[in-house]
């Protein structure tokens, strides 16, 4: 399973780290990503980490890119999301999910029950 | 950037069949996974590579995607299955669809 941690109340152009606990599998071995949900709105993905094989290769939403960050902590089986610049617009559940890969395409097979950061003027 | 367009909402009656559409250009190229979300709960994958379930996921769901539209069926449908539905695919960055608000009255 996967548990995230760290959402807050966070003022326009603060900063957050989001934490997602990995149990049960090797955080290594799969592509880890980070899906928001604003309030009353659908899912957005906002980033992934890709596995140990593909030498754990960040990518990003282009609403994100450059603000914010994915990493992993080995030793821990944590995965990190770090925001910066944070704006209204930010303001969402973020849920970690765990990517099966299959030919031509990813699945999130594995979803935390989410973290809430809201932003605020 | 990619889109995908799906119907706000759909309703069915309980035993009847419901039908969710998700729309984009040549999505029949692409692989469409499915997911449904319960009111307050997080999102479950119910079906990925357009009509393969994941272990679990009951038989009356099944999936289908051709030419520019991916469909989510729902044989028999039951009150349990009233939820948010959400189309996604991988088009150099993965993509929602809007999601379709299942209503079984």
């Known amino acids: 399973q996967v548990v995230e941690s760290g959402g807050a109340l966070v003022h326009l152009g603060g900063s957050l780290r989001l934490s997602c606990a990995v149990s049960?599998?090797?955080?290594?071995?799969?592509?880890m990503d980070w899906v928001r949900q604003a309030p009353g709105k659908g899912l957005e993905w906002v980033g992934r980490t890709r596995n140990k094989p593909n030498e754990y290769i960040t990518e990003y939403a282009t609403s994100v890119e450059g603000r914010f960050s994915i990493s992993r902590d080995h030793s821990k089986n944590l995965v990190y999301l770090q925001m910066t610049s944070l704006k209204g617009e930010d303001t969402a559940v973020y849920y970690c999910?765990?990517?099966?890969?299959?030919?031509?395409?990813?699945?999130?097979?594995?979803w935390g029950q989410g973290t809430k950061v809201t932003v605020s003027p | 950037s990619y889109e995908l367009a799906q119907p706000p909402s759909v309703s069915v009656s309980p035993g009847q069949t419901a039908t969710i559409t998700c729309s984009g250009d040549n999505l029949g190229d692409k692989y469409v996974c499915w997911y449904q979300q319960k009111t307050g709960q997080s999102p479950v994958l119910v079906m990925f590579q357009d009509m393969k379930r994941p272990s679990g996921i009951p038989e009356r769901f099944s999936g289908s995607n051709s030419g520019n539209t991916a469909t989510l069926t729902i044989s028999g449908t039951q009150t349990m299955d009233e939820a948010d539905y959400y189309c996604q695919v991988w088009a150099g960055g993965e993509v929602f669809g809007g999601g379709t608000k299942l209503t079984v009255l």
């Open positions: 049960g599998f090797s955080a290594s071995d799969y592509y």
């Open positions: 999910t765990k990517v099966g890969q299959y030919y031509g395409s990813h699945a999130f097979e594995v």
